[in-house]
């Protein structure tokens, strides 16, 4: 059993509440050794170009025609009242060698096809640290996306009216996902900023 922390995951979403961006590079099948790296941790193939999404899409024509600056895509609108801030936790638990399997779904599959309220979500795999005491079983690698919206409508219109919690988990998963809905209470701006676009191969 791995012991790691619930830091991990609420330190990150609640610091991130008023930001926005991507997060990881899926570039190319091991784990690096160090936290230091300005890569990704896991290096896979670049994802296929040829990859449908799970949710419909717009036009190729009109998506072509929006400014790479338009905040449907960028996610830059911000929020008219930050309690309405919606903060969503999935936990992901992917079968051993599946991991760049996932990591390709979840760069051209899982897709947001309209991310005018989305601030930013973050894909992130565990960094180990011995402060940490969130406990994991072993037999899988943990995946968490932290998704902050401008409100639960939102989400709701581009993620949530999709979710069925009775679908049985994809190949590549150990065991379903789970997920957390969150309303902040307070919160806390930093000086630093955020990436300000998504990192190459994610759509």
Do not use: H
Not at 21 to 27: N, P, T, Y
Not at 63 to 92: C, F, M, Q, S
Request: proline share 8%.
């Amino acid at each position: 059993m791995r012991i790691f922390s619930r830091q991990v995951v609420l330190g990150l979403s609640i610091g991130v509440v008023a930001a926005g961006g991507g997060l990881l590079s899926q570039l190319g099948g091991s784990v690096a050794q160090t936290s230091a790296t300005t890569g990704p941790r896991r290096a896979c193939p670049r994802p296929s170009d040829a990859v449908a999404s799970v949710q419909p899409t717009a036009p190729q024509s009109v998506a072509a025609a929006r400014p790479v600056t338009d905040p449907v895509e960028t996610g830059a609108l911000a929020a008219p009242d930050p309690y309405k801030t919606r903060i969503v936790v999935v936990e992901w638990k992917i079968k051993a060698g599946r991991e760049c399997d996932f990591l390709d779904y979840w760069a051209t599959r899982s897709t947001i096809p309209n991310r005018a309220g989305l601030v930013g979500e973050f894909l992130s795999e565990v960094d180990a640290q011995p402060w940490i005491n969130w406990k994991l079983e072993d037999g899988y690698t943990t995946y968490y996306n932290v998704g902050i919206w401008r409100d639960a409508p939102a989400f709701q219109d581009q993620i949530g009216k999709y979710i069925d919690n009775n679908r049985p988990p994809l190949e590549f998963e150990a065991a379903k996902r789970a997920r957390v809905f969150l309303a902040p209470e307070r919160w806390r701006i930093g000086a630093a900023s955020l990436p300000a676009g998504d990192p190459d191969g994610v759509r």
